[in-house]
């Protein structure tokens, strides 16, 4: 009898303890739609189509409520959610940011000012994001995405592993290649800068 | 010369490193959580008010259908008919004690009507038996009844000049027959004897 008792006394425990453990939307959005917004917006770079991404990746949790529970590291989860759903909405409307394509590389590199006053920053800090958003886009998917996912500050190379179905290790090179070619695509337009 | 190559790699890694601590900093509009619990709340809404539309939809298709289905089956056997027309002209077997118009021919003939045209050899079996038995003479002889058997023995036994003296004669007959009385003594002897 008292062993009984004791087993219930367990069972309920361990059943509360689930219950404690498994999130629910409203505590995933309360605690994620930040993270989940920055992700759409490092890959659609549009405040309102990352709204919109955001949007799309509550409700295909809300889809999946009842597996919840199967979660193991809800962040993540939700990371990848977003992602793809962010690429999807990108692979919908795609945006050719090219410098080949546009030829706004240069003219952005021109109108970054050296010593731009207080009131000129904004601009030039627009500029700044605008030409490595036509960088990046020149990269190959796999280390534009890498990269992009990695100015998330809400995620760490294992997280980003993780997101990806990758090795941790996979992580480091495509961001260590990533940044090698940016590097020298800025290289250029700094020397054009120079000589022009 | 080696210490200004490094200066500008320096330079484009501190620059990159800015481009990309800021490139994903997008701070959401205010109100993101709420606006994104709103939309699942709405969603949770709608399929169960799409379904319930979706169920009404449906189960006036079928009632609609059934209806339809009713009233094609009613209206071909309604249409059926005339093409066994030539059956309801049946005639009643000769057989003694069974009138002409007995209840027993009405329902033959009618539920021939509501045969289907799959019992079209059924239907013309019938009609060569029909026709079989057809009677020699229309219409069909009946025998007759007590006061019709009790006047043919009276007419029998009686005289002639008796049954005739018996009907009733109006005054412009009685006239008539006077006055061929008169004009014609040889022949209407007897007529007016008889008359009298």
């Known amino acids: 009898m008292a062993g009984q008792a004791i087993l219930g006394d367990t069972v309920l425990k361990s059943a509360i303890a689930m219950e404690a453990a498994a999130p629910t939307v409203e505590t995933l959005v309360a605690d994620h739609a930040r993270m989940v917004f920055r992700i759409a917006y490092s890959i659609l ?3 309102h189509d990352a709204e919109d991404a955001a949007q ?20 993540t989860w939700l990371a990848r959610i977003a992602w793809t759903t962010a690429l999807d909405k990108r692979r919908a409307n795609p945006k050719t940011l090219s ?22 920053e904004q601009l030039a800090e627009r500029q700044k ?14 280390l534009g995405q890498t990269l992009e996912l990695s100015t998330v500050q809400e995620l760490n190379s294992a997280e980003i592993a993780e997101v990806m179905k990758i090795p941790e290790g996979s992580v480091r090179t495509r961001l260590f290649r990533a940044r090698k070619q940016l590097k020298e695509k800025l290289a250029v337009l700094l020397e054009g800068k120079r000589h022009g | 010369m080696a210490d200004q190559e490094k200066d500008k790699q320096m330079q484009i890694d501190d620059m990159l490193d800015s481009m990309l601590a800021h490139y994903s900093s997008a701070e959401p509009r205010s109100g993101l959580e709420n606006r994104i619990l709103a939309n699942l709340h709405e969603a949770e809404k709608g399929p169960s008010q799409g379904w319930w539309n979706f169920k009404w939809l449906w189960s006036g298709t079928v009632a609609a259908a059934i209806i339809v289905a009713a009233v094609l089956i009613n209206g071909r056997h309604r249409i059926e008919p005339p093409t066994h027309v030539i059956v309801k002209t049946n005639q009643p077997t000769p057989q003694p004690g069974i009138q002409p118009h007995a209840p027993i021919a009405r329902q033959e003939t009618a539920r021939v009507h509501r045969r289907k ?65 008169d004009r014609e003594p040889a022949q209407g002897t007897r007529r007016s004897t008889n008359t009298r």
């Open chain 1, 45 to 47: 770079r549009n405040h």
């Open chain 1, 129 to 142: 994001q605008q030409l490595l958003q036509r960088l990046i886009a020149g990269l190959p998917d796999d």
């Open chain 2, 117 to 181: 045209p799959s019992t079209v050899p059924i239907a013309q079996k019938k009609e060569a038996l029909a026709l079989s038995q057809r009677p020699t003479n229309f219409p069909t002889p009946v025998p007759l009844s007590e006061q019709e058997r009790l006047m043919f023995t009276y007419l029998e036994n009686t005289p002639r000049e008796v049954v005739v003296a018996q009907i009733p004669r109006n005054d412009d007959q009685k006239e008539a027959e006077e006055f061929w009385a």
């Open chain 1, 56 to 75: 799309e990746c509550f409700l295909r949790v809300w889809k999946q409520k009842d597996r919840l529970h199967e979660v193991s590291n809800p962040k």
């Open chain 1, 99 to 120: 410098l080949d394509e546009a030829g706004a590389g240069w003219e952005l590199m021109e109108s970054l000012s050296d010593g731009a006053p207080a009131a000129d």
